[in-house]
């Protein structure tokens, strides 16, 4: 167990709609990732925040958006949502904000759209 | 530019054989390079990392072999047992105000008995 709590673990939807994932860090870490997974793109990386703070930017579509929250939780939002927008989305936490050190994952949240 | 290669896309291997899997980097500022393990159903987990400092790092069964002047770095699976069957990722990231890990696109490893 990472210690890292993402909800839901499996979301079916239609095409045009929006969703929220969440994610819970483990406790203590201030830095929260967003990752995309599908079968032919491997891990994308979407978005970091840092104790609330947008940290970097990856490959996030513009329909996509998320945010940290004071308590450290992070949302992430999509909306208007396209078939090939399903795939799995990993959050993770670390401790520092930067690339050093270990990442933890949690165990997704796999989003169909159909 | 940000862009990890990794190969091959899947490989099999008998029980006790030798797993290798490879990446190649492009950004000369990456400067940390781990490898990742997924099981089906979980998040990744780190298995092991590596500085561009030393050129090998071992953690029991696992190496990494890093080439700095060729850009590529290798992850070693010595003694492969079926409970090494997993996805696993190689990644890379520069130090930095904003640095985020750049994944490789992953390989499955079916360890056969």
């Known amino acids: 167990d990472s210690g890292v709590t993402q909800t839901p673990k499996h979301l079916i939807t239609a095409t045009g709609q929006r969703v929220t994932l969440r994610c819970s860090p483990r406790s203590g870490d201030l830095s929260v990732y967003w990752y995309q997974q599908s079968l032919d793109q491997g891990l994308q990386f979407l978005i970091q925040?840092?104790?609330?703070?947008?940290?970097a930017k990856g490959n996030i579509l513009e329909r996509f958006s998320a945010q940290q929250f004071p308590d450290l939780h992070s949302e992430l939002n999509l909306s208007s949502l396209e078939l090939g927008d399903s795939a799995l989305y990993f959050c993770a936490s670390s401790l520092r904000p930067q690339g050093y050190g270990e990442l933890f994952f949690g165990e997704g949240s796999r989003l169909t759209v159909l | 530019q940000q862009q990890v290669k990794q190969s091959p896309q899947s490989l099999i291997v008998q029980k006790g054989g030798i797993s290798i899997i490879n990446c190649a980097y492009e950004n000369t500022a990456f400067d940390y390079f781990p490898w990742y393990q997924q099981f089906p159903g979980k998040g990744p987990a780190l298995l092991i990392a590596?500085?561009?400092?030393?050129s090998e790092k071992k953690e029991g069964r696992f190496t990494i072999s890093f080439n700095k002047s060729a850009k590529q770095f290798s992850l070693h699976i010595m003694d492969s047992q079926p409970g090494d069957s997993a996805t696993y990722f190689c990644a890379a990231s520069s130090t930095g105000t904003a640095s985020k890990l750049t994944f490789g696109t992953g390989t499955r490893l079916q360890v056969t008995l």
């Open positions: 590596i500085r561009p400092d030393v």
């Open positions: 925040y840092y104790n609330g703070e947008e940290r």
